[in-house]
């Protein structure tokens, strides 16, 4: 499903953010991604969203070369993935329908089906009634919440989280690592970077390690 | 969550042009309510562009009428013949009886003195002043009209030459010379207004690009948000491009109704001024082509301005 291999990055003025990173991550596979802040956590995502490309090496999904993907077909590899945020990153102007059908309009969908499909994730975080209501109306764990269903609306191949239970308090955190885990199940593959690693030993899988860009533990 | 595997389901192409159009219709009006929810905004912008486009809108009403009016005066292409002091009336009618023998021409009228008289009385104003005279200082005056096929330069000269061979005629003139000036300054003045109205047309893409920038200021999270869920370029600028063809379009509407007012508060002296001179000019408004053309015009300069910005600006906005 993903590939690093030999994956270098560097930045011009904080130097080398990640340092030959290889793993592989199969399909339906869920792993964490951990390490102190400015490990290169969230470097490594973003290669893989393509918000960065990776200055050595090579990032592999679903076998095609992402240093080779032109700019222009850049969001359709997005479209491939769900992406979860710390910061949630919701629409505050729109509410909680509009905000994860927002994939599905993207990709342009018919209207019945983005119905559809929209109440079918809200349903599965359990925010299903809650579609007319603004963001700001709901507590932070729900608007977590609403990112998770925007993330899975559009039925990704993979799922990649970046600290997406950094705001919420323990129990919370439980709740929604437990969603995560249900995807999984279903086949698709999941990688969420977490500091939290109380919570990460809980769950019991995969964990990459990084360092200081290198990575330490779970190739 | 059965399908949840990786397969995706396709979409049919023709579903896909429905939601493709339903989209466009839906952002459509979403940029229409997003002008309607900040109306002083709005306004101000629409009000700016509009009176840059009626600016160049009354030039082109103001060169189409002294086109029309220029163009009444080209049918004539009358000689004045002004005979010496010294020949009366009667000698005048007989050289104009002479003259009309010319195949060349139609038609010779005379004025004689008591008309030129009466006349130059009527609208010079002069009226009390002139009985003062105690003789007619006026001369006859024979206006000839030529065949209605001679109309260049070189016969109707050439017809002068002859006029002039008589003995009792002063000097001749040629009415449509005059004419001919005036529609050389009308040329030039055409000119002129085009390259206003190209200089008005880039203020107004201007003018929507900016506000297009702040738009996009105020909105970056939202695109930012939109590209990291997969949004094209398209996507993204979609709502924009709509926001520039509103923008376009009402600052068209307004300037037609400023155009227009300006016409109504000018009719009635141009329309005074017409009579005191025997005209019937009749002032002309923008047409119903020239409606749509205006409308057209300054909708597609909208979009125009939102494109110009967005294909810079859009660029620099990158999830990071």
Same mark, same amino acid.
């Given at each position: ?38 490990? *290169? ?46 910061? @949630? ?70 799922? =990649? ?16 690592? &437990? ?33 200081? *860009? ?6 | ?12 192409? $023709? ?41 160049? *809108? ?15 005066? &080209? ?80 016969? =109707? ?8 061979? @008589? ?15 005036? $529609? ?7 000119? *002129? ?39 094209? &370029? ?59 053309? =205006? ?26």
């Amino acid at each position: 499903m993903l590939t690093f291999d030999h994956v270098s990055k560097r930045y011009p003025d904080a130097g080398d953010a990640l340092l030959d990173v290889s793993f592989h991550l199969a399909r339906g596979e869920m792993a964490f991604l951990t390490g102190h802040s400015g490990a *290169g956590k969230s470097t490594l995502l973003k290669l893989i969203a393509m918000m960065e490309k990776c200055s050595r090496g090579h990032v592999l999904l679903e076998g095609q070369n992402l240093n080779r993907v032109k700019e222009r077909q850049v969001p359709f590899i997005r479209r491939k993935l769900g992406l979860i945020f710390q910061d @949630y990153k919701l629409l505050l102007d729109r509410t909680v329908f509009d905000n994860v059908a927002l994939p599905l309009v993207i990709s342009g969908y018919s209207q019945y089906d983005i119905s559809r499909r929209v109440r079918a994730a809200l349903d599965k975080v359990g925010l299903l009634g809650q579609e007319k209501k603004y963001p700001l109306a709901l507590s932070g764990g729900e608007q977590q919440r609403v990112g998770i269903a925007r993330a899975v609306v559009n039925k990704p191949r993979l799922i =990649l989280a970046d600290e997406p239970t950094g705001n919420l308090d323990p129990e919370l955190s439980v709740e929604v690592m &437990h969603l995560f885990e249900q995807f999984q199940q279903v086949g698709v593959t999941v990688l969420i970077a977490s500091h939290d690693i109380e919570l990460i030993k809980q769950m019991g899988y995969r964990v990459l390690t990084l360092s200081h *860009g290198r990575l330490v533990g779970g190739q | 969550m059965a399908d949840h595997s990786g397969r995706r389901q396709k979409i049919s192409l $023709q579903n896909k042009l429905y939601a493709y159009l339903m989209n466009h219709l839906q952002v459509l009006f979403a940029s229409l309510g997003r002008l309607v929810r900040t109306p002083f905004t709005s306004l101000m912008t629409i009000l700016v562009l509009a009176v840059t486009v009626s600016l160049a *809108g009354s030039f082109y009403v103001l060169v189409k009428n002294v086109k029309q009016f220029s163009e009444n005066l &080209h049918t004539s292409n009358q000689i004045s013949v002004f005979l010496k002091q010294s020949v009366s009336d009667k000698q005048g009618r007989q050289l104009a009886r002479q003259i009309e023998q010319n195949s060349q021409i139609t038609r010779v009228t005379v004025i004689s003195k008591s008309q030129a008289m009466a006349e130059f009385k009527q609208y010079s104003g002069f009226g009390e002043a002139l009985k003062a005279l105690d003789k007619n200082p006026l001369p006859v005056v024979l206006e000839v009209l030529p065949e209605t096929t001679l109309t260049d330069e070189g016969s =109707l000269e050439k017809l002068m030459a002859e006029l002039k061979r @008589y003995p009792q005629v002063d000097f001749v003139q040629l009415d449509m010379l005059w004419i001919q000036r005036l $529609q050389s300054i009308l040329q030039l003045l055409e000119r *002129g207004v085009l390259l206003l109205n190209v200089l008005l047309g880039i203020a107004v893409i201007f003018i929507t690009g900016n506000t297009i920038r702040l738009e996009l200021q105020n909105r970056r999270e939202e695109v930012l948000i939109a590209k990291l869920v997969g949004a094209t &370029h398209a996507f993204v600028q979609r709502p924009f491009v709509y926001t520039g063809f509103w923008l376009g379009f009402f600052s068209g509407c307004v300037a037609w109704v400023i155009i227009t007012a300006i016409i109504l508060f000018l009719q009635g002296p141009v329309e005074h001024l017409s009579q005191l001179y025997e005209g019937h000019f009749k002032i002309l408004y923008l047409g119903f082509a020239e409606t749509l053309a =205006l409308t057209g015009i300054t909708t597609v300069l909208g979009i125009l301005g939102a494109w110009v910005v967005l294909f810079y600006q859009l660029q620099q906005i990158k999830p990071r």
